[in-house]
């Protein structure tokens, strides 16, 4: 018999601790999660969308692994009914200076097969969703939302069902390799381990670096706010809309999606945050922001795009700056039909030379696997994750 210890109470851990489960059910598996909830930071701050594959590079990890989890989720929410609609996505152009870009778009959603895609024209855009403008769009009728707190504590509930163990307020602080296995140090104690996986989310390089794994990438906090449409004006939209997004850039831009608990959002947008962990608008930790700011690629990557933060911080400062972008793609939701709702953080890898870390990172070493970069598609992906992390490591 083998014990495993998965350390991460997010989606991606969850659902790498069930893989094992269903496939190795001798084995005796550990979930370490330091907060006393599942899904407590980026499971629980994203906007709820299952993404069909628009937009990631054909043959990456993102773009195989998001287009095998969205059916496995698809059938996970199904089997333990857990509300999931698919009410549809447009990728909207609004001027002709975005048909480039939105060409391109349409190329890579052709060559990832998302299902049911189309290019629109204007007259259909407005019979998808009658209140947006535009000149063209791509229809993804597949494209869905889900709660997936909901999500993870299904997948916390079957991990012990099947005889797994769920810590909670169990911070891992130290991982040793030792003959025979891997400690996993707490405040607890040690808990020996033959296998360890590690899905730290905003603590993967981190924790990456305890396991004995590289500096980089260097997890850069990025934060992401939102707005909730008023009740008044919360059915304007039907399901999403989103726009063309700068390719320089692995976030989507502000955008309208629908909740499966009712309401309509609006976000969210993309500037640092001095906190990996808080989230108040103006919440510090100092650890966290010495860590950003002594890591080369962090400069080299404000030297380059320092034009788009300025922008960024227009909307952080201003409800009705943060409105003007979206206001182009709906134009009848404006400021004053908004009130600010909550705050998610991004892990963003960054390299040492300020590059972007767009794919799904994972490395494997001597019976440790280390998930170093998995932001989204991350939760439409978790399960096909977890059966490529159970694939590559026993």
Known sequence: MTTVGVVGGGTVGLAVAREILLRRPEDTVVVFEKESRLGAHQTGHNSGVVHAGIYYKPGSLKARLCARGRDLLKEFAAEHRIPFEECGKLVVA????????????????????????????????????????????????????IDYVAVAETLGRTITEAGGEVRLSEEVTGIHRKIGGI?????????QVDHLVVCGGLESDRLGELAGGPEAPRIIPFRGEYMQVSEAKQDLVKGMVYPVPDPRYPFLGVHFTRRVGGGLEVGPNAFLALSRQRY???????????????????????????????????????????????????PAIGADDVLRAG???????????????????????????SVRNAPSPAATSSLAIAEYVVDRSF
Request: proline residues 4%; hydrophobic residues 35%; charged residues 30%.
């Open 94 to 145: 609004v001027g002709e200076d975005e048909m480039g870009r939105f060409d391109a778009l349409e190329k890579t959603a052709t060559d990832n097969a998302v299902p049911g895609l189309r290019r629109v024209g204007r007259e259909e855009i407005e019979e998808i969703e009658p209140y947006a403008v535009g000149l063209a769009a791509l229809h993804s009728p597949r494209t869905a939302i």
């Open 183 to 191: 400690d996993v140090e707490t405040a607890s104690g040690r808990t």
């Open 280 to 330: 108040g608008r103006t919440s510090v930790t100092p650890r966290d922001l010495a860590d950003t700011l002594t890591w080369p690629g962090f400069w080299r990557f404000g030297a380059e795009h320092w034009r788009t933060g300025l922008t960024e911080i227009r909307g952080v400062l201003s409800k009705r700056a943060y409105m003007r972008g979206a206001q182009r793609y709906v």
């Open 343 to 369: 705050l998610g953080l991004r892990a963003q890898a960054i390299e040492r030379d300020g590059s972007l870390v767009d794919d799904f990172v994972i490395h494997h070493s001597d019976g440790i696997t």
